[in-house]
């Protein structure tokens, strides 16, 4: 199925929508082919953020990492893998508490933890699945977090490169970007 696209800025693309059943998980994951795909074809897994996806919240990156991929994977050709994973998978009600935890101090990580729930609670599985039904065992990965090179090279997937995402901070969300790079690695690079 053709999906036309159109961000708030205006840029538009038409991406192919491809739905799964069966995977590890359970959830109704969705593929974006867009552009002609090659042979190592340029992915992102994005995981689903309906804060920043749809409302626009400036407390995170999600909308304008969601916004480059879209563009970077149609000039290039590739799969955007959208996963339903909301706030690091611990559900939007969750994320939403910890944005209350958030606004007395604690950073992302400190704000999921002293809810009872994990850092980053997100497994992999059904996007290698994913890959796997879509006939692409090597991919370049866009993303700044280690994390998903790494599960996706253990699940069997050959990451050949991983390409850097641009940078969006703003004031109101240099404080989360800050503890994703020196918590979690990803790899960010923040002035000031």
Same mark, same amino acid.
């Given at each position: ?5 159109? %961000?708030?800025?205006? $840029? ?7 739905? %799964?059943?069966?995977?590890? =998980? ?6 974006? +082919?867009? *552009? ?6 340029? !992915?992102?897994?994005?995981?689903? #953020?309906? @804060?920043? =996806? +749809? %409302?626009?919240?400036?407390? #995170?990156? #999600? ?13 290039? *050709?590739?799969?955007?893998? $959208? ?7 611990? *559900? ?14 604690? =950073? ?48 069997? !997937?050959? +990451?050949?490169? @991983?390409?850097? @995402?641009? +940078? ?7 404080? $989360? ?7 979690? *690695? ?7």
């Amino acid at each position: 199925m053709r999906i036309p696209l159109t %961000f708030g800025d205006g $840029y538009s693309t038409t991406a192919e929508a491809v739905t %799964f059943d069966g995977l590890a =998980d359970g959830r109704e994951h969705l593929a974006l +082919v867009l *552009g002609e795909p090659g042979a190592v074809p340029l !992915v992102r897994l994005h995981s689903e #953020c309906l @804060t920043g =996806d +749809v %409302f626009g919240s400036a407390r #995170c990156d #999600c909308g304008p990492q969601l916004r480059e991929a879209v563009e970077r994977i149609a000039e290039t *050709g590739g799969v955007l893998l $959208y996963l339903r994973q909301e706030g690091r998978d611990i *559900g939007l009600y969750n994320k939403l508490d910890a944005y209350a935890l958030q606004d007395l101090g604690m =950073d992302t990580y400190q704000a999921n933890t002293a809810l009872g729930l994990p850092e980053d609670g997100r497994d992999y599985t059904a996007a290698a699945q994913m890959l796997a039904a879509l006939g692409l065992p090597e991919i370049d990965l866009l993303t700044n977090n280690p994390d998903k090179p790494r599960q996706l090279r253990a699940l069997g !997937v050959r +990451v050949r490169s @991983t390409v850097p @995402t641009g +940078v969006h901070a703003t004031p109101n969300n240099l404080r $989360y970007l800050r503890a994703k790079a020196e918590h979690t *690695g990803h790899t960010i690079r923040l002035i000031g």
